[in-house]
């Protein structure tokens, strides 16, 4: 299994960020969470929330408020959308297959939230 993150590397504060992550070796509808983790600099790694293979959601608490989690199973894909984004919001965002062990991760991508 293969995951690849793709979207804006540069978001303006108080705008949406919105990444896709592209599953190639496995389908998010048989089995398994997927999930999007972030790792801010100099800090470690954070729960954004999960997408279950039957399509129900779930999300940090600290940022649920913000967050939305969708898929395209046609694309076998899987999408994050963090609204109202602030400096804070910058980091290493990773896709994941899992949540409480995670199988595969993508190789991440860096989002900059500029003020």
């Known amino acids: 299994v293969q995951l690849h993150e793709s979207g804006s590397g540069l978001v303006n504060a108080s705008h949406t960020l919105s990444l896709t992550c592209t599953v190639s070796g496995g389908s998010i509808t048989t089995n398994f969470y997927w999930s999007w983790i972030r790792q801010p600099p100099g800090k470690g790694l954070e729960w954004v929330g999960s997408i279950y293979y039957s399509g129900s959601t779930s999300y940090s608490p600290s940022l649920k408020s913000r967050t939305s989690i969708s898929r395209d199973t046609t694309k076998n894909q899987f999408t994050l959308q963090l609204s109202s984004v602030t400096p804070e919001d910058t980091a290493v965002y990773y896709c994941?297959?899992?949540?409480?062990?995670?199988?595969?991760w993508g190789q991440g991508t860096q989002v900059t939230v500029s003020s």
């Open positions: 994941t297959r899992g949540l409480a062990l995670i199988h595969f």
